[in-house]
């Protein structure tokens, strides 16, 4: 007995905490393989947490904090063996969006905000894990999903063009950045221009070109993929030791300037009840998207491996690792899609391939932040441009139209309004949009008026099938679950139907693909019933689904019904339909 | 040809004018019904006008002009024979909630923000009703109507303590009435207290107890409904005769007053752009929550003579009837439930009993004003109150606890937050909760892994029969359609079901009961294939429903599924499952 209730505890620790699964068995050569793809992700990481921060509005190292201790804590929580968990292109963005709107940029508050923020996100993902509430997740449709990343994609990418441009510009919206860029157009600095087209140009380059470059040289493929991640390290390099030996930045060329060498320190998050109340909103909006973002990766990484990710235990995993950004110095994080498909292509075993790169950026944090001193911003917003350049893909909505136009309808609407109205608006009008489209759908269920197929038990769409009906029966197929939508739908159908056939004296309602019946579609049955007994019609149910039948039954409808439940619908044909033989509707 | 398109056009005439319809077949005995049943309804709406215009804060005379040209308009373009439009109490309410929050209570301001409040409705209502967009009062399922109407019947009782208490209150939700009501329970007038209770007491017992007594002393049956009907007449007499008699003015009884003598007068609603924005969402809901209870007494009544109405041509009816009460002194009106049956139980068989009552209320407003100079506001508010008691049904809570707790949930919010926290805020987060309830539970489909019958080619649940099944293929049967709410649970559960399983080689997917895949659905099963492929297992589907087969060839899914389409499951177990003969499982 004891010994079941100590094996059920490790059982629940193990649950709560994956980190006891994989540490146990933790072998030599997954040792290896983990540093060889720690290293691997290392060297992307470190331009690219700069160039996140930059995109956040926060200053550079805020990206390096907010790579290490939640990679750690992700590596303790979380249940995907690859998943890096850090800053990401599209959570930046939104971080940028929600801070943006409680403090300015470059102020002691704003970096405080979002400290608030990882909090917030943090504990709203532990809450969700705790009551195993990942399911909201899916209020997000693949649509809204893509539409809403390739408006993102876009619009990080204008935001970046002050940057290249060596520009001062403002706005959350497209019209709004694009009209500022072109205002301030004139005071284009032509070295920081130069600087950033040839950098965008250079990684574009290496993303598309290097690697079967390399490949064509017999390149060993370990060495093509370091050179091919080091991209973005070797643009750092190059323009940084320009900007350095050249004295550029005297000539306006803005660069990354002092970063402190620390590990990532203790920070407190803002507690304010302003604070808390302004970003509530924005904070579910980041929690949900992340998450959504990086189960989808976790799982597609799995699934290559046979393995599975919890996806309750997953919020738990992500919300620590928000939790360990808020007190550390960093935002909000999430799992990325590139840095978790690299993580896994250079052959990361378990989280403790998290665990060195961790180590890796903790040792940059440390020794290497006054090499990017003369780093300039618009190198990192090369980095950026060219990373979320992948995120846009137009293609969903010729795929949507060829599919299915509600889904075309939600996707255009959520690519409009995010880049005309901002990601909040954007995203929430998306959402409710497709769940309003869906409520339309099953608001007009297909029902079916059936009659009897000659020589058989089958009953068919009187419409399409040459079928035996009968004038005083009139049987209708309900293809649909019947809840509050459509059940007002269904008395007005019945009620046309029987008002325009005046020999009708029986109406059979065949509920074989009805999976519930909700409380109003009870009510609009009795009202059914009711108007037919009224009319002197009888109503009966027929091939009625167990579970459906049980919940009936707990009502009175079931007695007061003025007809009969028949168990197959040939029953009721048999019983209701008197002789002589019915006619065959054309 | 020209024959036909005269017969067309005829045809949509009389669609949108449905007085064309039974104006043509008019009768003299339809005539003398008519008559009766307008003599008994006007009766009984002179004192329930004047008591409604209270409710809403508005001067007396705007009850009475709701209820004179609204009626007329709705004759002309309403489909149901015996519906009474005109000023209901959940409509006053809101009105009162609505303007309320604009301007204040006995200000030029106030009455024509309730213009402009009808102005709103009425065009909303005429529009949904050109759109066809009838449908969409059905996002408000019975349970939240229920639960409102039930919260509102509490508020309006409450809210008219005061009147019978002779102090001043205000507030709109429950909470603060009661709280100024007890605030304020010192200034009490104990003559205007004993008017109300008195009255109240005497409604109560002509409500409950008047009709059997008078079928006991067997008076005839229409002196009987007149008697009834003409209870708060009585009441309004008695107390005005009192209350002249003794000067109870002069002591503090609050009273009508002076109130004009004219028919409904050409009156312009406010058109500045801070009003209408103000009202715009207030007449929305107005409109919806009116149009839902006119539909369901509409449609109960015709079913009673097997006549029908079209709820689209419904909402231009009232839509007219709106703008009608905006430009003639009213204020936003719907079919009454109380008048609706009286009208129609007193034997009204055409829109003509409205259009005679309008003409018997338009003489009221002429000749008998300066009659109701001392009738006491207690009187009113006891009309009011023994009315909407009538209202107040908690055994709502009772049936949906026992049917299903998904919609106890919802009634029980929004009686709760109605009454907490307005009427507004109660009736949007009632719909909001119910359809978040409805996404929750067709987000975990029901799921059966199948195995066959043996010696049949049914396939059945492996939990809950005796089926062959076999450790190399998994049968899943999904009892819902797929769309984006559900389609990662169906992913987690494929993938788990996978992943414990390690001979699986074929997982079946069969989609008997599946009746839409979305594009989330598509995209999903897509994943679910790349993921399967990756493990070396195939996908299979079994049994999809022509339209739904229709829609996935329009994408690239079935070309690029790793294993085959059957059109029966037990094709597919033949197909694959090998010999020699499978296990039996429990």
Known sequence: MKATMNARRAEALRRYLPILDWGRTYTRSALSNDLIAAVIVTIMLIPQSLAYALLAGLPPEAGLYASIVPILLYAVFGTSRSLAVGPVAVVSLLTASAIGQVAEQGTAGYAVAALTLALLSGGFLVLMGVLRLGMLANFLSHPVIAGFITASGILIATSQLKHILGISAHGHTLPEMLTDVIFHLPQINWITFAIGVSATAFLFWVRTSLKPTLRRLRTPSLLTDILTKAGPVAAVIATTVSVWAFDLAEKGVKIVGAVPQSLPPLTVPGFSMDLLGALLVPSVLISVIGFVESVSVAQTLAAKKRQRIDPDQELIGLGAANLGAAFTGGYPVTGGFARSVVNFDAGAETPAAGAFTAIGLAVAALALTPLVFYLPNATLAATIIVAVLGLVDLSILKKTW?????????????????????????????????????????????????????????????????????????????????????????????????????????????????????????????????????????????????????????????????????????????????????????
């Open 402 to 586: 060829n599919y299915s136009r509600a889904d075309f309808v939600a996707v255009t609407a959520t690519i409009v309004l995010t880049l005309g109205l901002g990601v909040e608006v954007g995203v929430a009008s998306g959402v409710a949009l497709s769940i309003l489209l869906h409520l339309y759908k099953t608001s007009r269920p297909h029902v079916a008026e059936v009659g009897l197929v000659p020589d058989t038990q089958h009953f068919r769409n009187i419409h399409r099938h040459q079928v035996l009906t009968d004038p005083t029966v009139v049987t209708l197929r309900v293809d649909e679950s019947l809840y509050f939508v459509n059940t007002r739908f269904l008395e007005d159908l019945i009620q046309s139907r029987v008002a325009e056939g005046s020999d009708v004296r029986h109406v059979v309602l065949m509920f074989s693909a009805v999976n519930e019946v909700d409380y109003s579609a009870l009510e609009s049955l009795e009202a059914i019933n009711r108007r037919l007994s009224d009319m002197d019609v009888g109503l009966h149910l027929s091939e009625v689904k167990g579970p459906v039948m049980d919940r009936l039954k707990r009502s009175h409808f079931v007695d007061q019904l003025n007809g009969r439940v028949f168990l197959s619908q040939y029953d009721a044909w048999s019983s209701l339909v008197p002789s002589p033989a019915p006619h065959v509707a054309a």
